[in-house]
C-alpha cells in the first residue's frame, strides 16, 4: 500500500477483526501535510459517521486534525488530537450503496 506504515493490533485467535492499529508518521502528500504526522493510534468506527465523533471530540477539548478523507475505494479517515495533544485516526469502511 502507498503510504504510512500500518502496525496492525490482532487480537489472540478470535474471529472478529480488530479494531485498530498504529500508524506511522508517512510523508507529505503533495503540497499539503502529510496523511499521518506523528504515529497515530488509529481506531475503526462502526456504526456511525465519522462526523458524529469528532463532534464529540470536539465537545470534550480535542481538535480536529484532519477532517473525514477518502481513502481510494476503502473507506474514510479522520484525525484528532485529544487535549494533551495526542494524536488518534480514526477509520470507516465506506459502506455499499
Known sequence: MDGPRYLRLLPPEAAERPGGGILER????????PLVDRLTVMIRIEGEPLEAVLERVVRAGG???????AIGDFGRYARF?????????LWSELQPS
Open 26 to 33: 508517512g510523508p507529505r502528500a503533495g503540497r499539503g501535510a
Open 81 to 89: 488530537d485529544d487535549p494533551d495533544g495526542n494524536g488518534f485516526g
Open 63 to 69: 481538535a480536529v486534525a484532519l477532517a473525514p478523507t
